[in-house]
């Protein structure tokens, strides 16, 4: 989910009650709406946030600020990943 905040586009990223990487990424395909052929990999990830034809409408010429909230459990949870 994208929002406007002083003429970017910022994506709310949460991810309270995420605590693997199974969830982080799914928490991350749906605030990024990210294409259907997005692997649920870190690697799936890197490419698609490199990628200027899957971001916002205006993202690139904007700017794309990732706000991310909830993070401790899931970094707590499994920190070796």
Sequence with gaps: MTHER???LVVALDLDG???KT???DRCARALDLPGWF???RDALADSLADHTV???GA???GLP???DGRLP???ARPAE
């Design 6 to 8: 002083a003429g970017w």
């Design 18 to 20: 995420a605590t693997d």
């Design 23 to 25: 969830g982080l990424l």
């Design 39 to 41: 692997g649920r990999n």
């Design 55 to 57: 971001r916002p409408e």
């Design 60 to 62: 690139v010429e904007r």
């Design 66 to 68: 990732i706000v991310v």
């Design 74 to 76: 899931c970094a707590t």
